[in-house]
């Protein structure tokens, strides 16, 4: 099976074990159906996923241009606590900013190698959480806008990390903790202005990844350096797709670049 056309982040399903689609302009790949055989994976050329020209991709699928001008790369998105539209304060285009920004927003701890906090837009749970390659999940607090929940993530990362070791995920070094209880252990840190939309359930979220067997030790496939790439699928965590030989490939970090993918029988 033959397919070509650039990449964007693997979509994602929850079910008893997620189910990770690569989506074409017109088809699409269930993953999962592939672990075990034989892929290929060849780099053809760039093209930037705002403006759609052949220009070498600067970060997250876009050209230097776009990421420097389009509010989608705007400081805010790295960076909540930046969040300037509850103040009808534009960075780059204050309607796109205020549908954005002013919709409730969740700070989480995620379990994915470590214990981690972080924030996303409450439409993105689960899906943020498969993306960190976190096996475990839990709600801290739930604002009404992002600049509350990035105050809160600032607040709370002085007692807590907010990276994910992703070789530790990949390789799958985790230890288990009751993210319930070192929730209330940081709920002393949460800022005044959130302190009414802290979440006092204790449901976690658990989430399996597909994943035969994980590596012990791990090689990055940079497409840019090594166009072309031939393995067995031997799994699929966070947005990497995990490979028989050791070689990981982070998809989302490929975004913007067209590719030609084989499965072989």
């Known amino acids: 099976m033959r397919y070509e056309g650039v990449l964007t982040k693997m979509r994602t399903e929850i079910t008893d074990v997620v189910q990770y689609y690569l989506v074409w302009e017109n088809d699409f790949i269930n993953l999962n159906q592939a672990l075990g055989k034989k892929i290929s994976i060849n780099f053809l050329r760039y093209q930037c996923l705002s403006c759609g020209l052949e220009k070498k991709i600067f970060r997250q699928g876009f050209c230097y241009d776009c990421f420097s001008s389009i509010p989608q ?8 606590e930046l969040s300037r539209a509850h103040l009808g304060e534009e960075d780059r285009d204050l309607e796109f900013e ?13 379990n994915s190698s470590d ?11 689960p899906t ?11 709600e801290i607090v739930e604002v009404p806008n992002r600049y509350l929940a990035g105050i809160t993530e600032v607040a709370l990362k002085e007692h807590i990390s907010d990276k994910t070791n992703w070789r530790k995920m990949l390789t799958n070094e985790v230890v288990d903790l009751d993210l319930a209880e070192v929730r209330e252990d940081l709920k002393q840190y949460i800022p005044e ?18 994943v035969k067997e994980f590596p012990k030790k791990i090689k990055t496939l940079n497409l840019g350096k090594s166009p072309f790439y031939e393995g067995v699928l031997n799994g699929i965590k966070g947005q990497y797709l995990l490979f028989e030989d050791g070689t990981v490939f982070n998809v989302r970090g ?11 029988v």
């Open 73 to 80: 790369a705007g400081d805010w998105v790295i960076n909540p």
């Open 115 to 125: 214990v981690k906090v972080g924030v996303t837009r409450k439409n993105q749970i």
């Open 254 to 264: 490929h975004e913007g670049f067209v590719v030609e993918l084989k499965i072989l």
């Open 193 to 210: 202005e959130a302190r009414e939309y802290y979440l006092a359930s204790n449901k976690e979220t658990e989430i399996k990844f597909p």
């Open 128 to 138: 943020r959480w498969i993306d960190q390659g976190a096996h475990e999940a839990i």
């Open 98 to 110: 205020k549908k954005a920004q002013l919709q409730p927003h969740v700070v989480y701890l995620a």
